[in-house]
């Protein structure tokens, strides 16, 4: 009588298993976010930005992005007569020289994204050449 063959197909091993499902909690979340697009900021004219020029309502322009500092001014290290002027205003050359020719740190323009609120489609930043806050 000839021998019967029986194919076996080979078992998945347990730890084949696992790896597949940590790869798949790896790859799923990823592939979430690059379907969820970042929500665009809204577009602000200089006209409205104009509008938010006192301390407790304080926007400004810098680098082509909007800012509320409104919270923020209380706690500003520098004197308010320095800062205050700048609000509904572009502010980018204040912002670069501190009104005396120094750069705000690294860690000041990470804390200043925290208060983005839109994109400044106003007048071009001020230049060096436009000469100083006077
Ligand atoms: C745009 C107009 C502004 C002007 C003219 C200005 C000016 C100044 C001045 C005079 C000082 C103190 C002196 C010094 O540290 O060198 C200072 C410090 C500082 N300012 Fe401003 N500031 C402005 C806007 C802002 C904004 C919008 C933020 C953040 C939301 C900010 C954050 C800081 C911080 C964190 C410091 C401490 C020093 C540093 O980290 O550079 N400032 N600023």
Redesign the pocket.
């Known amino acids: 009588m000839p021998s019967t063959r029986r194919v076996r197909s080979t078992p998945r091993r347990p730890w084949e298993t696992t790896a597949f499902a940590l790869g798949a909690l790896l790859i799923l979340p990823l592939a979430a976010q690059a379907d969820d697009p970042a929500p665009s900021l809204p577009v602000i004219t200089q006209e409205e930005l104009a509008q938010h020029d006192q301390p407790e309502d304080c926007w400004?322009a810098?680098h082509g992005k909007v800012?509320d500092?409104s919270e923020?001014l209380p706690q500003?290290?520098?004197?308010p007569a320095?800062?205050e002027p700048?609000c509904g205003r572009e502010?980018t050359e204040?912002?670069e020289?501190?009104?005396?020719g120094?750069a705000?740190?690294d860690?000041?323009r990470t804390?200043?994204e925290?208060?983005l609120i839109g994109i400044y489609e106003g007048e071009p930043e001020a230049t060096a050449a436009d000469g100083q806050q006077d």
Request: positive net charge; hydrophobic residues 50%.
């Open positions: 400004k810098i800012y500092i923020y500003h290290a520098g004197p320095m800062v700048w502010a204040a912002w020289t501190k009104g005396y120094a705000h740190s860690a000041a804390l200043l925290d208060y």
